[in-house]
């Protein structure tokens, strides 16, 4: 009798680590919002909702450019609609960086430097995507990091006043 109830105890103990474990995972995961507030470290696809008081960019992703309308938005909620018009995928990696988009600096393949990633996401041809993101004031990058798209010339500036 007592090794059943000390076989119950375990399960239920078990069931309850198991449970708190995956509820303080799910608490430790970052949000675009914390990738702006930490500096860009982290990094998401998409989120599941656009926040109604969002401003709205479209994007146009094609080979090998990179087309915003507009091209600024203020701080705070901004919602990327984003369009891959060309006939690869592409991605956006939105990147909080002092420095132009044509300048950052890149590694021996022609990768640019993803340093303040802040979010990014892949779009297959003729597909779309919304990117929501909660940005601060400031410069950000708009790149396309695929294999040679960014040394081709696919990026563009983004101004967040």
Same mark, same amino acid.
């Given at each position: 009798?007592?090794?059943?109830?000390?076989?119950?105890?375990?399960? &239920?103990?078990?069931?309850?680590?198991?449970?708190?474990?995956?509820?303080?995972?799910?608490?430790?995961?970052?949000? $675009?919002?914390?990738?702006?507030? *930490?500096?860009?470290?982290?990094?998401?696809? +998409?989120?599941?909702?656009? $926040?109604?008081?969002?401003?709205?960019?479209?994007?146009?992703? &094609?080979?090998?450019?990179?087309?915003? +309308?507009?091209?600024?938005?203020?701080?705070?909620?901004?919602?990327? *609609?984003?369009?891959?018009?060309?006939? &690869?995928? !592409?991605?956006?990696?939105?990147?909080? +960086?002092? +420095?132009?988009?044509?300048?950052?600096?890149?590694?021996?393949?022609?990768?640019?430097?993803?340093?303040?990633?802040?979010?990014?996401?892949?779009?297959? $041809?003729?597909?779309? *995507?919304?990117?929501?993101?909660?940005?601060?004031?400031? !410069?950000?990058?708009?790149?396309?990091?695929? $294999?040679? !798209?960014?040394?081709?010339?696919?990026?563009?500036?983004?101004?967040?006043?």
């Amino acid at each position: 009798m007592k090794l059943n109830a000390l076989r119950c105890s375990l399960a &239920v103990g078990a069931m309850a680590l198991a449970l708190g474990l995956s509820a303080c995972s799910a608490d430790n995961e970052a949000s $675009p919002s914390d990738a702006a507030s *930490d500096g860009g470290t982290a990094a998401t696809t +998409t989120a599941s909702t656009t $926040p109604a008081n969002a401003q709205k960019v479209k994007v146009s992703l &094609v080979e090998m450019a990179i087309n915003t +309308t507009p091209s600024s938005a203020k701080a705070g909620n901004v919602a990327f *609609d984003i369009s891959n018009d060309g006939a &690869v995928t !592409h991605e956006m990696v939105v990147v909080k +960086t002092k +420095t132009k988009a044509a300048d950052l600096p890149t590694d021996s393949a022609g990768k640019a430097s993803e340093t303040g990633s802040v979010g990014e996401t892949e779009v297959e $041809p003729g597909a779309s *995507d919304v990117l929501d993101l909660k940005l601060a004031k400031g !410069h950000y990058a708009l790149i396309c990091n695929l $294999p040679g !798209h960014y040394a081709a010339g696919m990026y563009s500036d983004f101004t967040v006043k």
